[in-house]
């Protein structure tokens, strides 16, 4: 899990050392790069684990028993010199934070048996690789100074250490399931003088500050000091001796508090005004829009359809027949449309999707993803995804059905590939890509293997089921009004009126709404931010979904006044076109709000985010027609139709 780093910084200035700390106690500090800093270090602490809610669903039990990274009270007690796990994790430059790297492809000093923890799939997904280490942090055991080992770095190993060090890596521990950040070292400049050199400080020694509470490990914090570092600017051959200290102190909060600062550094106050403010004005906008929409049909909409109702007399409505054009299409509005079995696919996997998000806004509200807890959003989202196949299934299928399809099968076949086809090649093209650059990205055989079984024996069978279930109940499909025997000719539009023109003017008001989330999001995804506004993502996602059904029947009624019936797919892309928009953003947000650089950065991130934004597509798009739908329903059975 991703965590903003904490630092106490030292600047050269007129080349004296100056120290600078930025405040006695933790804060979260998050800068675009370490550069021109000589002094990093990060104050870490973390906050047990609540205890989750027993609840008797097959999809939260396979979650809980994916995770094997459980802060619970009964596993984390120990009595004077009990050996407490530590592990290291991973390394990464800063600015690239999936792109991470094995902890000993550098020459840190390592045991003579380096032992591989065992993963889970979430963890392996997350990119972790947790391996032993010679560090020995007994329980209550200070340590003044200790020796890691003494190293001799070769010309090579300084050379990439000083790399390393220009990109800014970090390095992760896990200390009694605590994640700890450190940098490897920094660069010393003067930025007042062009002839004095840049020296390469390599950090050899780790300062480690242990907070316990009885028989509970509570919190651990890593410093590294001033003077604590090595000069390898020169391309030689240097002798180190890495050590490490431990210094034990005794705290009053207790353990089930212990991973609380995680979630209070991540919610400063200034950020949650800038929420409670994008809230307040989505609100403000959707409140707007429902005025005016009410405000319409009552003045325009209420009065055709009482000049058009059974009630009215044949001979009146004969009159009216011309002052209106969405009614003189009515024998149209209802014929289904092209490529119905890829529209129902579609309908399907958004609705599929739609429940996935739905189910993790949940799981997050229940506080299951808790801070720092390895793998636990990966396994949901696995999970979770196989479970609802049988949604998608059965949704296309009973829909397709309705439409009066006849290859169900095919149908079905369709649905499993419509989004599932396009995240497996993405995928497989960025993990061959993340092995080429040897990275942890790139998943272990393990996984792939275990991903293979979830889809073979879990996902497929219920995609299945879902379509046998929705193929033995399907029903006919509900239209007020009968279907012409010859499509009524649709006439010529400005272009304003094209699909194109109506995407963007459909995307503008929805997007609005997440626009402010989607940078916390990103940076939490693709930085090093931790994202716990798990209380406000449901209100957003909610405020979305209304102002994109509300924005798809508008312009649905737009199109249908100008005798345009061909709303089925047009209503799909205009709800859908809030995914494209994320996109855009997402180019923005990598360009202007970044500094991810290279190509196996650039792939991951366009890569996975088209995934995403083409899920959102489809989710949206499902929405926006099954509000249009329900619009249309109610329109033409409100009047007198032949």
Same mark, same amino acid.
């Given at each position: 899990m991703?965590?903003?780093?904490n630092?106490?910084?030292?600047?050269v200035?007129?080349?004296?050392l100056k120290?600078?700390v930025?405040?006695?106690s933790?804060t979260l500090?998050l800068?675009?790069?370490?550069?021109?800093?000589?002094?990093?270090g990060n104050?870490l602490?973390?906050k047990?684990m609540?205890p989750l809610t027993k609840i008797?669903?097959?999809?939260?039990?396979?979650?809980y028993?994916?995770s094997?990274v459980?802060?619970d009270?009964s596993?984390h007690r120990?009595s004077e010199g009990?050996?407490?796990?530590?592990?290291?994790?991973?390394?990464?430059?800063?600015s690239?934070?999936r792109?991470?790297y094995?902890y000993?492809n550098?020459p840190f000093?390592?045991?003579?048996?380096?032992k591989?923890k065992?993963?889970?799939l979430g963890?392996m997904?997350?990119?972790d690789?947790l391996v032993?280490?010679?560090?020995?942090?007994?329980?209550l055991v200070?340590k003044?100074?200790?020796?890691?080992?003494?190293?001799?770095?070769r010309?090579?190993? =300084?050379?990439?250490f000083?790399? =390393?060090i220009?990109?800014d890596y970090?390095?992760?521990?896990y200390?009694?399931?605590?994640p700890?950040?450190?940098?490897i070292g920094?660069l010393k400049?003067?930025h007042?003088?062009?002839t004095?050199?840049?020296?390469?400080?390599l950090f050899?020694?780790? *300062?480690f500050?242990?907070?316990y509470?009885?028989?509970?490990l509570?919190?651990?914090?890593?410093r590294?000091g001033?003077?604590?570092s090595?000069?390898i600017?020169d391309?030689?051959?240097?002798?180190?001796s890495f050590?490490?200290?431990?210094?034990?102190s005794?705290t009053e909060?207790?353990f089930?508090?212990?991973?609380?600062?995680?979630?209070?550094?991540a919610i400063?106050?200034?950020?949650?005004?800038?929420?409670?403010h994008s809230?307040t004005?989505?609100s403000v906008?959707?409140?707007i829009?429902?005025?005016f929409?009410?405000t319409?049909y !009552?003045l325009?909409l209420?009065k055709?359809?009482?000049?058009?109702?059974?009630?009215?007399e044949?001979d009146? =409505?004969?009159?009216?027949?011309e002052?209106?054009?969405?009614?003189?299409i009515h024998?149209?509005?209802?014929r289904?449309p092209?490529?119905?079995?890829l529209?129902a696919a579609?309908?399907?996997?958004?609705?599929?999707l739609?429940?996935?998000i739905v189910a993790i806004l949940?799981?997050?509200l229940?506080g299951?993803?808790?801070?720092c807890i390895r793998g636990?959003l990966?396994?949901?989202?696995?999970i979770?995804?196989a479970?609802t196949?049988?949604?998608?299934g059965y949704?296309s299928?009973s829909f397709?059905?309705?439409l009066e399809?006849t290859n169900?099968m095919?149908?079905?076949?369709?649905?499993?590939g419509?989004?599932f086809?396009?995240?497996f090649?993405t995928?497989?093209?960025?993990?061959?890509v993340?092995?080429?650059?040897?990275?942890?990205?790139a998943?272990?055989?393990?996984a792939? =293997?275990m991903l293979s079984l979830l889809?073979?024996?879990?996902?497929t069978?219920?995609l299945?089921l879902?379509?046998?279930?929705?193929?033995?109940?399907?029903? *006919?499909?509900?239209?007020?009004c009968?279907?012409?025997k010859i499509?009524?000719?649709?006439?010529?539009?400005?272009w304003?009126?094209?699909v194109?023109?109506q !995407?963007a003017l459909?995307?503008?008001l929805?997007?609005?709404?997440?626009?402010?989330?989607?940078?916390?999001?990103l940076a939490s995804?693709?930085?090093?931010r931790?994202y716990?506004?798990?209380?406000v993502?449901?209100?957003v996602f909610f405020?979305?979904v209304i102002?994109?059904a509300?924005v798809?029947?508008a312009?649905?009624?737009?199109?249908l006044a100008?005798?345009?019936h061909?709303?089925?797919?047009r209503s799909?892309?205009?709800?859908?076109?809030?995914?494209?928009y994320?996109?855009?953003y997402c180019?923005?947000y990598y360009? !202007?709000?970044?500094d991810?650089?290279?190509?196996?950065?650039?792939?991951i991130?366009?890569?996975?985010m088209?995934?995403v934004?083409f899920?959102?597509?489809?989710?949206?798009g499902?929405?926006?027609f099954?509000a249009s739908?329900l619009?249309?329903?109610?329109?033409?059975?409100?009047?007198k139709?032949?």
């Open positions: 991703n965590s903003a780093f630092c106490r910084l030292a600047v200035q007129r080349g004296r120290v600078k930025v405040s006695p933790p500090l800068f675009e790069s370490s550069k021109d800093v000589f002094n990093h104050l602490t973390a047990g609540v008797p669903f097959l999809t939260l039990l396979l979650i028993h994916g094997q459980q802060s009270a596993d120990y009990d050996t407490v796990p530590f592990y290291a994790n991973k390394i990464g430059p800063f690239n934070a792109e991470t094995g000993y550098l000093c390592s045991p003579d048996t380096v591989e065992k993963l889970n963890e997904s997350n990119g690789r032993s280490t010679p560090y020995k942090l007994e329980y200070d003044k100074i200790e020796v890691l080992c003494n190293k001799t770095l010309k090579s190993d =300084v050379s990439q000083r790399r =390393v220009e990109k970090y390095v992760q521990f200390y009694d399931d605590l700890i950040w450190a940098f920094a400049k003067d007042f003088s062009k004095i050199k840049t020296e390469y400080r050899r020694h780790f *300062d500050q242990v907070f509470n009885k028989d509970h509570i919190e651990v914090n890593l590294m001033v003077h604590q090595i000069d600017t391309d030689k051959e240097v002798d180190v050590t490490y200290s431990v210094k034990w005794a909060k207790s089930d508090r212990r991973m609380e600062k995680y979630i209070r550094f400063l106050p200034h950020h949650m005004s800038i929420h409670h809230i004005y989505s906008a959707l409140i829009l429902i005025i929409l009410l319409f !009552m325009v209420s055709d359809i009482s000049k058009n109702s059974p009630d009215v044949e009146q =409505v004969a009159d009216n027949q002052e209106t054009g969405w009614k003189n024998g149209d509005v209802f289904f092209q490529h119905k079995s529209f579609a309908l399907g996997v958004g609705s599929q739609l429940v996935l949940a799981l997050g229940l299951f993803f808790q801070p636990v990966w396994n949901a989202l696995i979770v995804y479970v196949s049988v949604v998608s949704t299928v397709y059905s309705q399809g169900w095919k149908n079905l076949f369709l649905t499993g419509l989004y086809g396009p995240l090649l995928f497989t093209f960025l993990d061959i993340a092995m080429f650059y040897g990275t942890t990205t998943l272990p055989l393990k792939i =293997v889809w073979t024996f879990l996902a069978p219920l299945f879902g379509g046998l279930i929705g193929k033995t109940r399907n029903s *006919d499909f509900q239209a007020p009968k279907t012409a499509p009524r000719e649709v006439p010529n539009l400005r304003y009126r094209g194109l023109p !995407m459909a995307g503008i929805p997007f609005s709404v997440i626009y402010t989330q989607l940078y916390y999001i995804v693709w930085g090093h931790i716990t506004l798990y209380s993502m449901p209100i405020l979305l102002m994109t509300l798809s029947m312009v649905t009624y737009f199109q100008v005798e345009d061909r709303w089925w797919w799909f892309f205009c709800g859908g076109s809030t995914g494209l994320i996109y855009v180019i923005y360009f !202007m709000r970044s991810m650089t290279g190509f196996m950065q650039v792939s991130f366009f890569g996975y088209a995934c934004c899920g959102i597509f489809l989710v949206l499902s929405v926006g099954r739908l619009f249309v329903r109610y329109l033409y059975a409100a009047i139709c032949d």
